[in-house]
Nanobody, 121 residues
Framework: QLQASGGGLVQAGGFLRLSCAASGRTFSNYAMAWFRQSPGKEREFVAAINWSASTTRYAGSVKGRFTISRDNGKNTMYLYMNSLKPEDTAIYYC????????????????WGQGTLVTVSS
Protein backbone atom coordinates (compact mmCIF):
# COMPACT_ATOMS: atom_id res chain seq x y z
CA GLN A 1 0.00 0.00 0.00
CA LEU A 2 1.23 3.46 -0.92
CA GLN A 3 0.24 6.65 0.90
CA ALA A 4 1.00 10.04 -0.65
CA SER A 5 1.09 13.16 1.49
CA GLY A 6 2.50 16.66 1.65
CA GLY A 7 0.22 18.48 -0.75
CA GLY A 8 -1.22 21.88 0.00
CA LEU A 9 -1.68 25.45 -1.16
CA VAL A 10 1.44 27.39 -2.10
CA GLN A 11 2.16 30.59 -3.99
CA ALA A 12 3.86 30.55 -7.36
CA GLY A 13 7.60 30.30 -6.92
CA GLY A 14 7.18 28.38 -3.71
CA PHE A 15 8.29 24.96 -2.55
CA LEU A 16 6.63 21.73 -1.46
CA ARG A 17 7.86 18.28 -0.55
CA LEU A 18 5.64 15.31 -1.28
CA SER A 19 6.12 11.95 0.40
CA CYS A 20 4.98 8.50 -0.60
CA ALA A 21 5.15 6.05 2.28
CA ALA A 22 4.85 2.34 1.65
CA SER A 23 3.30 -0.05 4.10
CA GLY A 24 2.36 -3.69 4.17
CA ARG A 25 5.34 -4.70 2.10
CA THR A 26 8.78 -3.37 1.28
CA PHE A 27 9.20 -1.42 -1.93
CA SER A 28 12.94 -1.09 -1.58
CA ASN A 29 13.49 -3.25 -4.66
CA TYR A 30 10.77 -1.57 -6.73
CA ALA A 31 10.97 1.34 -9.13
CA MET A 32 8.69 4.18 -8.10
CA ALA A 33 7.18 7.19 -9.79
CA TRP A 34 5.06 10.29 -9.43
CA PHE A 35 2.19 11.13 -11.73
CA ARG A 36 -0.25 14.03 -11.66
CA GLN A 37 -3.69 14.81 -12.97
CA SER A 38 -5.22 18.25 -13.41
CA PRO A 39 -8.96 18.84 -13.80
CA GLY A 40 -10.09 17.97 -17.29
CA LYS A 41 -6.71 16.52 -18.24
CA GLU A 42 -5.31 13.05 -18.45
CA ARG A 43 -2.89 11.73 -15.88
CA GLU A 44 0.70 12.57 -16.81
CA PHE A 45 4.10 11.30 -15.81
CA VAL A 46 6.15 13.56 -13.54
CA ALA A 47 9.23 11.67 -12.33
CA ALA A 48 10.53 8.18 -11.63
CA ILE A 49 13.38 6.54 -9.75
CA ASN A 50 14.76 3.03 -9.84
CA TRP A 51 15.14 0.85 -6.76
CA SER A 52 18.69 1.94 -5.97
CA ALA A 53 18.17 5.61 -6.85
CA SER A 54 20.94 5.33 -9.43
CA THR A 55 18.55 6.25 -12.26
CA THR A 56 15.93 8.98 -12.39
CA ARG A 57 13.58 10.20 -15.09
CA TYR A 58 11.73 13.51 -15.35
CA ALA A 59 9.06 15.00 -17.52
CA GLY A 60 10.35 17.94 -19.50
CA SER A 61 7.91 20.29 -17.81
CA VAL A 62 9.43 19.69 -14.35
CA LYS A 63 13.08 19.01 -15.17
CA GLY A 64 15.35 21.34 -13.26
CA ARG A 65 12.59 22.27 -10.79
CA PHE A 66 11.56 18.93 -9.26
CA THR A 67 13.80 16.31 -7.66
CA ILE A 68 12.78 12.73 -6.92
CA SER A 69 14.51 10.74 -4.22
CA ARG A 70 13.91 7.77 -1.97
CA ASP A 71 14.91 6.40 1.41
CA ASN A 72 14.66 2.62 1.28
CA GLY A 73 15.34 2.37 5.00
CA LYS A 74 12.12 4.31 5.57
CA ASN A 75 10.27 2.70 2.66
CA THR A 76 9.50 6.21 1.43
CA MET A 77 9.84 8.18 -1.79
CA TYR A 78 9.94 11.97 -2.04
CA LEU A 79 9.29 14.67 -4.61
CA TYR A 80 10.91 18.02 -3.93
CA MET A 81 9.11 20.67 -5.94
CA ASN A 82 10.79 24.06 -6.36
CA SER A 83 9.79 27.14 -8.36
CA LEU A 84 6.20 25.97 -8.47
CA LYS A 85 3.94 27.32 -11.18
CA PRO A 86 0.15 27.52 -11.36
CA GLU A 87 0.26 24.87 -14.08
CA ASP A 88 1.72 22.44 -11.52
CA THR A 89 -1.67 22.44 -9.79
CA ALA A 90 -2.91 18.84 -9.78
CA ILE A 91 -3.53 15.76 -7.73
CA TYR A 92 -0.22 13.96 -7.40
CA TYR A 93 -0.12 10.17 -7.24
CA CYS A 94 2.68 7.77 -6.46
CA UNK A 95 3.14 4.42 -8.14
CA UNK A 96 5.46 1.43 -7.93
CA UNK A 97 6.43 -1.51 -10.09
CA UNK A 98 9.27 -3.99 -10.27
CA UNK A 99 10.48 -2.39 -13.51
CA UNK A 100 11.35 1.26 -14.15
CA UNK A 101 10.35 0.82 -17.79
CA UNK A 102 6.86 -0.18 -16.67
CA UNK A 103 6.25 2.34 -13.91
CA UNK A 104 7.06 5.30 -16.19
CA UNK A 105 4.27 4.27 -18.55
CA UNK A 106 1.63 4.57 -15.85
CA UNK A 107 0.88 0.86 -15.85
CA UNK A 108 2.57 0.02 -12.57
CA UNK A 109 1.04 -2.53 -10.27
CA UNK A 110 0.78 -0.38 -7.18
CA TRP A 111 -0.82 3.04 -6.77
CA GLY A 112 -1.40 5.34 -3.86
CA GLN A 113 -4.24 7.75 -3.35
CA GLY A 114 -3.48 11.28 -4.47
CA THR A 115 -2.44 14.41 -2.64
CA LEU A 116 -3.64 17.77 -3.91
CA VAL A 117 -1.17 20.48 -4.81
CA THR A 118 -2.57 23.93 -5.54
CA VAL A 119 -0.30 26.71 -6.76
CA SER A 120 -1.75 30.19 -6.70
CA SER A 121 -0.57 32.95 -9.03
Amino acid sequence: QLQASGGGLVQAGGFLRLSCAASGRTFSNYAMAWFRQSPGKEREFVAAINWSASTTRYAGSVKGRFTISRDNGKNTMYLYMNSLKPEDTAIYYCAADSQLSTVVTGTGNYWGQGTLVTVSS
